[in-house]
């Protein structure tokens, strides 16, 4: 279940694929999409609950999660040549869609 | 005179311009048909498919010299009347196709027949003929972007292939004389201004003549002279019978690979003539092979697979073709087979016109049997106490083992005294013996840590027996594993074992008891390297098989023994995939939860020397 918010955003920027910090070896390019914003609108009473539990420190050491903003739709696979001319595909690399989970 | 086809024409295209105004009775090309004899007259038509194009009564040829005429004067009316190309609207050039046929005798039938009908085709052009002063030479001497060459079939009768002149052009200056020169075995009729090839030709000589055309132009001051190259192609004929070059015989020795579909020696015939791949259905030299032996046996166990292959004779630039005989098995022969004999194979050059036209091959075979045994006497391996399950405790394998193929061999282990207690029986529970469908080597692993444990069981002495799959032979040889450490009264209950894999660092690495560790801990390797790696850092029950880019009989026993050598999932980050399964390279450390595996470069690495310690060695420096 997840709810589309104004807050969440899906942004990209265009990178080298050595950029990506996977230790591929190559000269290819590509742009990469990743979600960000605030998910305070998709907030529900159990987070409000959440909140103040923690806040009035009544879940001793105890986080759990928030709404927070991920991808809800990956992009297509990306394939490319390294510098030894071999084939890599890059799955669930980059961010299709956005949502509050 | 070999294998006489009759007429063809030695060219399948032929291209001119024609221009709105040039009157009836112009010409505008010639064709030419090779003839076998002196004797035969070629009879030239134009010929139609089914749908005769409206232009085709402007057109006539020549039934005797094969010169290609207009009927009729070409009015501008004419153009307008052709079919626009839909893609240039306003073009002033029209594309019209014809075809001509050549038949030893005359005819009434306008249809094309056979495959030897050329191309004829014109452009009409929306312009009147340039006048001599808008002519340069060049379109004087040479067909404007001709671009076919002559194929001429050797061993035929000489004559005319090809009109130099350009028939639409003749009267254009009247001033101006024309001629024209060609090298030897060409030459050129000065009164008909046609190419004629003098003598017959040999393709095994030559395949190609690459003439130099001079078309000498003589004006009233000056002599011009321009040159075009021409490539004249021989066609090739079976006029050559197969020969040897060295060997009719070979000796063929079939001991370890024994399996269905191996192939042994080859034979190599050699034919001067060429094998043409396309179209398939052509039969020019053409080889048929023939088994000789009638013995049962010999046809269900051996074949042989011919194929061919076209070479250049190391002599020359002429092209000739290997016929390669190899000797396949037909089935997998059984390891006791134990026979000799000869293989006699004839090859038939079946469109081969002469005598002599097959070569016999002979091939000389001897089938060994394969001994099934032991080289060691006794293994002997050592096991300590604390090893987890599915620890690899080593591997055995019969003699030349590596090297069958064709038919399997089966290991099973048993207890080598069967008179011992049944508390010892059960001791020997401990190990246990796999091997993979593929695989020759049969693996020791620890099957059961309670009763390697246990302290009455001691040194632990088994049998182990190979077994051909049909049973025809079998082997044994002692095996004794000496179990080493303290045996371990207190962890009698059923131990709980991880995955090594897990582990992403060295300290908890080495304090996991993993699943398949020989030792009883996990081992780590460090990878030194940059960039994605085969020696990348990693968590292993065994270094020695994990990970070794092989997922062997006893880690696929259990995923979590060895997933880097066994994953089938994808790999998430830097990485590389193996063959079939596991990691081939990874960046960084690679570590598994179950069977999903991720490779990353851990910055805790890099963070060890952090700016503090950066300082210390610069100043310790």
Known sequence: TSVQTRGCLLKEVHLNVTDLGLGYRTKEELIFRYCSGPCVEAETNYDKILNNLTHNKKLDKDTPSRTCCRPIAFDDDLSFLDDNVVYHTLKKHSARKCGCV | LLGSTGLYFPQNEYTETVYVGQPAGTPILQVHAMLDSESERPHFYLCWPIRIPSYSQWFQMDINTGILSLNKSLEESDFALLPQSSRRKSWPVKKLILSAMVLPKPTRKLQCIGKNSPRLTLYFVNATVPQCAQTDMEELCFPHRDTSNPHIMENRFPGALRQLRRLTRLGICPNYTISYNTPAPFAVNENTTELV???????????????????????????????????????????????????????????????????????????????????????????????????????????????????????????????????????????????????????NDTTYPGLEGTVLLHYNITVLPV??????????????????????????????????????????????????????????????????????????????????RRPQCQDLQYVVIAQEEHKQLQASTQILIVLDGEADKASQENQHFLSCAESR????????????????????????????????????????????????????????????????????????KGLMFGIKAGYGTCYCYSEKCFCEKDNVEDAICDDMCKTIIATAL
Not at chain 2, 240 to 256: K, Q
Not at chain 2, 423 to 452: F, H, K, R
Not at chain 2, 550 to 565: H, N, T
């Open chain 2, 197 to 347: 090839v003098t003598a017959p030709l040999d393709r095994e000589e030559s395949e190609i003549y690459r003439l130099l055309l001079v078309c000498t132009v003589l004006t009233e001051k000056i002599e011009t002279k321009l040159r075009t190259s021409l490539d004249v192609f021989v066609n090739d004929e079976d006029d050559n019978a197969p020969y040897l070059n060295g060997t009719d015989t070979v000796e063929v020795v079939i001991s370890f690979n024994r399996s269905q579909d191996a192939s042994f020696a080859t034979l190599s015939v050699y034919d001067r003539d060429l094998t043409a791949i396309y179209p398939k259905d052509q039969i020019h030299n053409k080889y048929v092979g023939t088994m000789l032996n009638t013995d049962p046996w010999i046809k269900d166990t051996f074949d042989i697979k011919g194929t061919f292959r076209e070479k250049k004779a190391a002599s020359g630039s002429i092209r000739e073709t290997v016929h390669d005989y190899q000797l396949v098995l037909k089935r997998n022969l059984y390891v006791m087979e134990n026979r000799t004999l000869q293989l006699d194979y004839l090859v």
């Open chain 2, 505 to 576: 660092q060295r300290g908890d690495c080495e304090a996991v008891q993993g699943l398949g560790a020989t030792t009883g801990r996990c081992q780590w390797r460090q990878g030194t390297e940059k960039g994605i790696s085969e020696n990348y850092s990693t968590c292993s029950p065994d270094l020695r098989t994990c990970p070794d880019g092989f997922c062997d009989a006893v880690e696929s026993k259990d995923m979590l023994i060895c997933p880097q050598d066994c994953t089938t999932e994808n790999v998430i980050g830097g990485h590389e």
């Open chain 2, 371 to 452: 001994p099934i045994r032991f080289t060691n006497i006794t293994y002997l391996f050592t096991l300590t106490r604390r090893a987890s399950v599915y620890a690899q405790v080593g591997r055995i394998c019969v003699e030349n083992c590596l090297k069958f193929d064709g038919f399997g061999v089966t290991y099973r282990l048993e207890v080598a005294d069967k008179n011992v207690s049944a508390e010892l029986q059960s001791c020997y529970a401990a190990i246990s013996i796999t091997q993979s469908p593929t695989d020759m080597w049969g693996l020791l692993y620890v099957n059961d840590t309670e009763a390697l």
